[in-house]
């Protein structure tokens, strides 16, 4: 396993954050070896999240780990349906160090995805979970969440500490 390099806005190669993905069709060792190197790097980073272009990747993919009893999570080529609810709270991205601002995401969701041996899969998603599914599809489409924003960014050191904020 191996870090990669989380590209960051402002620097030479944040154009890749900007651009849509391709679909992934091959489900080779190689795409398991990147899907562990972006596990070890969301990790290390301490995100909840962490998609393909984010690692300078124009892949339709992203890892996520908001959930203890789940663990980590591959997603690839993630499609979500069914909405419901809605819900604000402050979220940031690896992408976009030490900001966060509020978004309204909604609060229940389900989505479809392929694995890494590319069965199809389908699960229900809420709060956290939710939001964090729909911060990484943003990023598979080239979208950033400060184009979401409701009100200002503020910095991570403005944050109250019982202030629900996750990155990704
Ligand atoms: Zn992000």
Do not use: W
């Not at 596990?39 to 984010?54: D, K």
């Not at 990747?57 to 959930?67: S, T």
């Not at 979220?91 to 995401?105: A, T």
């Amino acid at each position: 396993m191996a870090l990669r390099n989380i590209v960051k806005i402002n620097s030479e190669s944040e154009s890749v954050l900007y651009k849509k993905t391709r679909i992934v069709e091959k489900f080779d060792a190689k795409l398991k070896q990147l899907a562990e190197d972006m596990i070890e790097t969301m990790h290390a980073a301490n995100g909840v999240g962490l998609a393909a272009p984010q690692v300078g990747l124009l892949k339709r993919m992203f890892v996520m780990n908001v959930d203890v009893e789940e663990g980590d999570l591959v997603v690839i080529n993630p499609e979500i349906s069914e909405m419901e609810g809605e819900s604000i709270a402050y979220e940031g991205c690896l992408s976009y160090p030490q900001m966060f601002g509020k978004v309204k995401r909604p609060f229940k969701l389900k989505l479809k995805y392929h694995d890494l041996n590319g069965e199809v899969r389908e699960i229900e998603a809420e709060g956290l979970k939710a939001r964090c599914i729909c911060h990484e599809t943003d990023h598979l489409y080239g979208i950033m969440f400060t184009e979401k924003l409701i009100g200002n960014l503020v910095h991570e050191s403005q944050l109250a500490e019982d202030e629900e904020h996750s990155k990704g």
